[in-house]
Every structure is written in C-alpha cells, then in structure tokens.
C-alpha cells in the first residue's frame, strides 16, 4: 500500500521568505501522480500544484514550486515570497491507477507580518 | 461556478441516531470519493465510486454505507451513528484518469 508521510507537523515563517515543505512516499507503482493540496482555516482544499510522476520536470505554479527526486520518493513543496494569505495546512497527496488518493498528515504552516 | 455541493455543513447527532450526508457535483465528473478528516490527520478516503453504479471500499469504510444515485449525486449513510465518527466529511469528485479531485467545502458532524 502507498504511503505518504509528511515530517513537518508545524512550520512558521516570516512574510517574504522562502519556505520549503517537505513530503515523502513510498511506492512500488513507477507511474503516479503527485498532489500539494491547501486547506486554510476555510476548511476548503484547494489544489496548489500538480506533478506527473513521468515527467522530470519540476512543476511550477507563480510562487509555488516542487522539488520531485523520483529516486528518493521525495515530493517538497516551497513557497517563494511568502504572503500572509498562504497561512494554511498543507497536504502532500499520492494518486495512482488505484483512483485513490492518499494523504500525508499535513503541516500547519504560519506565515507571519 | 457551484462545483461539489455538500449538505449539511453541520450537524448535531445522538448515538445511535441516522443520518445522511448528501453530495452533489456538476462538473460531470465520473469518480466520486467521501472522505473524513480528524483533528491534527490528513483525509482518509472512506468510500469511491469510480463511475456511476460502481461503489467500493475505502480505508476506513466501517459503520458506513454509500449510494451512487446517479453521475451527479454520491450519498454516505451513518445507520447508528457512534461518538468515533464524530469527524469532518468531504465529499470529492475528479474527471477520467488523472485528473485532481475537487472537494466540497466539508460537513463538520458531532456525534454525542
């Protein structure tokens, strides 16, 4: 079974600095996908990124890109420019041809003024 | 732009007591997923229904019943609801293949 593991439970930065998330798998599948999900005190999820397990670029979104080590099973997310409304939790998520989507345990990251 | 509806956003219940949690998509998604969400975890899926008449067992599927009424609408039934599934639920739809889920804005259920 797929697992996703998350070793940042909280994280706390300033506004306009970079930070970095961290996220690993495991895996015996060589094509899947991989997800960062937002969830601010709004409760909602909301996609941030996306990447193809096939593709060896990195995906990128404005402030938003990842740093995928296929080899390591390594997913890490990093916000540039930090804003305040990035205050969030964010969820590292596995998809593959099972159609299920597997989770991490989240960190709770805080941006602050 | 309503996306995935879910109905209710809260709801109080009593052990033992029924209820269900309604989901609606118009985006004419095929798969359609509940999840549920405890304090300090990451969703856990409980049911899928990967197309219209199909529905199969998540992660942690106990104590609950699932009905794809039609491609729009994925219901999730608690017969006797417990104090344990006192939770967040999400309801999620996503396109063929690979494309993300969408989620709907949760349904916060306490059970006393």
């Known amino acids: 079974a797929q697992t996703v593991t998350q070793s940042q439970p909280e994280m706390s930065v300033q506004e306009a600095e970079t930070v970095t998330l961290s996220c690993t798998y495991d895996?015996?599948?060589?094509?899947?996908?991989l997800f960062w999900y937002k969830q601010p005190p709004s409760r909602q999820m909301i996609l941030v990124i996306r990447?193809?397990?096939?593709?060896?670029q990195n995906a990128t979104e404005n402030r938003f890109s990842v740093n995928f080590q296929k080899a390591a099973k390594s997913f890490s997310l990093k916000i540039s420019d930090s804003q305040l409304g990035d205050t969030a939790m964010y969820f590292c998520?596995?998809?593959?041809?099972?159609?299920?989507?597997?989770f991490g345990q989240g960190t709770r990251l805080t941006i602050n003024p | 732009n309503a996306g995935v509806t879910q109905t209710p956003k809260f709801q109080v219940l009593k052990t033992g007591q029924s209820m269900t949690l309604q989901c609606a998509q118009d985006?004419?998604?095929?798969?359609m997923y509940w999840y549920r969400q405890d304090p300090g975890m990451g969703l856990r899926l409980i049911y899928y229904?990967?197309?219209?008449?199909?529905?199969d067992k998540g992660e942690v599927p106990n104590g609950y019943n699932v009905s794809r009424l039609n491609k729009r609408e994925f219901s999730l039934r608690l017969e006797s609801a417990a104090p344990s599934q006192t939770s967040v639920y999400f309801c999620?739809?996503?396109?063929?293949?690979?494309?993300?889920?969408?989620f709907g804005d949760g349904t916060r259920l306490s059970i006393l």
């Open positions: 999620a739809s996503s396109g063929l293949g690979t494309q993300p889920q969408h």
């Open positions: 895996t015996s599948e060589s094509n899947y996908y």
């Open positions: 990447q193809e397990a096939y593709k060896q």
């Open positions: 998520a596995f998809f593959s041809g099972a159609q299920k989507l597997v």
């Open positions: 985006m004419n998604h095929n798969s």
């Open positions: 229904s990967a197309s219209e008449g199909t529905t």
